[in-house]
T-cell receptor, first 110, second 113 residues
């Protein structure tokens, strides 16, 4: 079993749609959780950190369920500019080990 | 300043060449990372430096040689690479301990002929 797994994608959605991405992790000692977005041929950029209480930033909502070892990202009112690969990243034990999921590709269509 | 810089942006080299990739950060981070990324794959960890000492080497071939001259700089020396080493090479930094995220540089796109 991979340490971090994500929906395989790709997701092709129309503008204005709501889309949800799922991520599961295997190490119960993991402490920090992040969603990064990566545009084609660019570096990953932090989209959101994910907190136990859940957090929202504009059209983006992230949720963490520690009991189920599950993280989600919800994007409302999708824009063309949201087209990217979304990477779920888990940081273990306060330390240096950041584990990446395989990524989910999103294409928002006009 | 939350920026990680990398040079060069692009590099084309032959299999007999020696070249170096450079990375710099001024966020006071004491952990620095090299990743290799192939198309449509997530970044793959190569090396981690913690307080300027190599702490993780993910069984990377010796033709890749990392170096951390000081707390702000990270180099990756390349020698006798193979065409399959062509990829995007990403540098990142983070706090050595804690809850915070990694910051990535823009990467060096390497082509080995």
């Amino acid at each position: 079993r991979k340490e971090v797994e994500q929906d395989p994608g790709p997701f092709n959605v129309p503008e204005g749609a709501t889309v949800a991405f799922n991520c599961t992790y295997s190490n119960s000692a993991s402490q920090s959780f992040f969603w990064y977005r990566q545009d084609c041929r660019k570096e990953p950029k932090l989209l959101m950190s994910v907190y136990s209480s859940g957090n929202e930033d504009g059209r983006f909502t992230a949720q963490l369920n520690r009991a189920s070892q599950y993280i989600s990202l919800l994007i409302r009112d999708s824009k063309l500019s949201d087209s990217a690969t979304y990477l779920c990243v888990v940081r273990d034990n306060y330390g240096q080990n950041f584990v990446f999921g395989p990524g989910t590709r999103l294409s928002v269509l006009p | 300043d939350t920026e990680v810089t990398q040079t060069p942006k692009h590099l084309v080299m032959g299999m007999t060449n020696k070249k170096s990739l450079k990375c710099e950060q001024h966020m006071g981070h004491r952990a620095m990372y090299w990743y290799k990324q192939k198309a449509k794959k997530p970044p793959e960890l190569m090396f981690v430096y913690s307080y300027e000492k190599l702490s993780i080497n993910e069984s990377v071939p010796s033709r890749f040689s990392p170096e951390c001259p000081n707390s702000s700089l990270l180099n990756l020396h390349l020698h006798a690479l193979q065409p399959e080493d062509s990829a995007l090479y990403l540098c990142a930094s983070s706090q050595e301990r804690g809850f915070d995220e990694q910051f990535f540089g823009p990467g060096t796109r390497l082509t080995v002929l």
